[in-house]
């Protein structure tokens, strides 16, 4: 099992944790919602808990409860800067479909 960040991805996170002054690194999940079922949840973790599984990619943690590995595992994280907007993007080979409008998918 894995989750990894892409460099620019892992740049990004510790730009931000720097920013912030605080942090554990980055907490990916997800929630039931949309035309396609699930979303991805991203946040910064202040915290490590026992019920979480963490990965390390250039230096930066990826932080994911154990509940979401089965949805997520093997996804790569990368950062996408495109003139005025910037996101996170996700190769997650788990995702079998996704609404047209990208903000929702579901798993095999």
């Known amino acids: 099992m894995t989750i990894r960040l892409t460099e620019a991805a892992a740049e990004r996170v510790r730009t931000q944790l720097n920013n912030r002054g605080q942090g554990a690194g980055l907490r990916l999940g997800v929630?039931?919602?949309?035309?396609s079922g699930l979303a991805y949840v991203v946040n910064f973790a202040d915290e490590i808990l026992d019920e979480d599984n963490v990965y390390t990619s250039y230096g930066v943690q990826v932080i994911v409860d154990k509940s979401c590995i089965d949805?997520?595992?093997g996804t790569e994280i990368d950062f996408q800067e495109d003139g005025l907007s910037s996101?996170?993007?996700f190769n997650n080979p788990n995702v079998e479909g996704e609404c047209g409008c990208g903000e929702s998918f579901t798993v095999r």
């Open 87 to 89: 996101s996170f993007t």
């Open 31 to 35: 929630t039931t919602t949309g035309c």
């Open 71 to 73: 949805y997520l595992d």
